[in-house]
C-alpha cells in the first residue's frame, strides 16, 4: 500500500464565496491524479460574513475585517493546514497582519501574479479590480520590483468594473461582457501588453467566456502555485502558465 501525503492546505475563502468554490475547482482538475489519493488535501473556511474589504479600504465601512481574516487563518492552522492561500486580491491589504496571527506560511496572489508578468517579459499592464484593490496600490508595489508599469484605469472604467463584480458576478447575475471586453479592449489601447483579473470575481468571466489570450487571471496563478508549493504535479492550465511552472521547477513542460 503507497503512503498517502497527509499534508493540507488550509483556503481562506468566503470573500466572495463563489470564488472560493471556483479555486477549489481548480485546484482538483489542475492536479495530476489517477486516483482520489493523489490529490491535494485541503480546507475551506468559508466565512461569507467577514466586512467587505473594499468599503473598509475605501472608508465607507468601519467594520474592520481583519480579526474575522485572522480567527478563520488561525482556524485553518489549529485543524492541521501547512500552508493557507487566499482567493481574494483585495484581502491581501490585510496580508501582513493576516501572516503575524500564524506561524505556518501564506501564499500570495498578487506576488504570484506579478512573478508571472515578469517571466513574460511584459513592461506595461492593466489591472481590473475593486476599487478597494485598486487605491491600496497593491499591484503596483509588486509589480515596481519587476520593473513593471501599470496603466491605471479612468473613474468610469473603474465604476463599470466595479458595477460588473458588485451587481452582477457576486449576485449571481450575467456579468456585461460587452461593456468588460470595450474596458480591456481600451486599456490595450492604452499600451498594455497584459492585463490582469485582480479580482476573483472576474475569474469566474474567464470561466464561463472564452477571453483573449493577453487576458490573465490571478486565480489560476494562486491555484498553480498552491499545486506546486504542496508537491503535486499541475496539469491542463495554458500554455503559457504551464511554461512558467516548468521554469520555476526546472523542467520541460510542452
Given at each position: 500500500m503507497q503512503d498517502t501525503d497527509n499534508r493540507i492546505l488550509g483556503i481562506l475563502g468566503g470573500l466572495g464565496p463563489m470564488a472560493s468554490v471556483y479555486f477549489c475547482e481548480m485546484l482538483i482538475s489542475h492536479t495530476k491524479a489517477?486516483?482520489?489519493?493523489?490529490?491535494?488535501?485541503?480546507?475551506?473556511?468559508?466565512?461569507?460574513?467577514?466586512?467587505?474589504?473594499?468599503?473598509?479600504?475605501?472608508?465607507l465601512s468601519k467594520d474592520d475585517p481583519t480579526d474575522a481574516m485572522t480567527e478563520e487563518a488561525k482556524r485553518l492552522q489549529t485543524?492541521?493546514?501547512?500552508?493557507?492561500?487566499?482567493?481574494?486580491?483585495?484581502?491581501?491589504?490585510?496580508?501582513?497582519?493576516?501572516?503575524?496571527?500564524?506561524?505556518?506560511?501564506?501564499?500570495?496572489?498578487?506576488?504570484?501574479?506579478?512573478?508571472?508578468?515578469?517571466?513574460?517579459?511584459?513592461?506595461?499592464?492593466?489591472v481590473m479590480a475593486t476599487e478597494g484593490t485598486a487605491r491600496s496600490?497593491?499591484?503596483?508595489?509588486?509589480?515596481?520590483?519587476?520593473?513593471?508599469?501599470?496603466?491605471?484605469?479612468?473613474?468610469?472604467?473603474?465604476?463599470?468594473?466595479s458595477r460588473i463584480i458588485f451587481e452582477q458576478i457576486k449576485c449571481g447575475r450575467e456579468p456585461d461582457l460587452c461593456s468588460f471586453l470595450a474596458i480591456a479592449g481600451n486599456l490595450r489601447a492604452r499600451g498594455c501588453e497584459l492585463i490582469v483579473l485582480g479580482c476573483t470575481e472576474l475569474s469566474l468571466i474567464k470561466k464561463q467566456f472564452d477571453l483573449p489570450e493577453y487576458i490573465v487571471d490571478?486565480?489560476?496563478?494562486?491555484?498553480?502555485?498552491?499545486?506546486?508549493?504542496?508537491?503535486?504535479?499541475?496539469?491542463?492550465?495554458?500554455?503559457?502558465?504551464?511554461?512558467?511552472?516548468?521554469?520555476?521547477?526546472?523542467?520541460?513542460?510542452?
Open positions: 489517477e486516483r482520489d489519493s493523489d490529490h491535494l488535501n485541503f480546507l475551506l473556511s468559508s466565512r461569507a460574513s467577514t466586512p467587505d474589504r473594499s468599503s473598509f479600504i475605501l472608508g485543524a492541521g493546514a501547512e500552508l493557507i492561500a487566499i482567493p481574494c486580491n483585495t484581502a491581501h491589504y490585510f496580508y501582513e497582519s493576516i501572516c503575524r496571527a500564524v506561524s505556518i506560511p501564506i501564499l500570495n496572489i498578487i506576488s504570484e501574479t506579478a512573478k508571472f508578468c515578469k517571466h513574460l517579459g511584459v513592461s506595461r499592464i492593466g496600490g497593491a499591484y503596483e508595489k509588486y509589480l515596481e520590483e519587476h520593473s513593471i508599469s501599470t496603466v491605471p484605469l479612468t473613474s468610469a472604467e473603474q465604476d463599470e468594473i490571478s486565480l489560476e496563478l494562486l491555484a498553480l502555485s498552491a499545486i506546486r508549493t504542496m508537491d503535486k504535479c499541475p496539469i491542463g492550465f495554458d500554455n503559457s502558465l504551464m511554461k512558467f511552472y516548468g521554469a520555476l521547477a526546472g523542467k520541460d513542460v510542452n
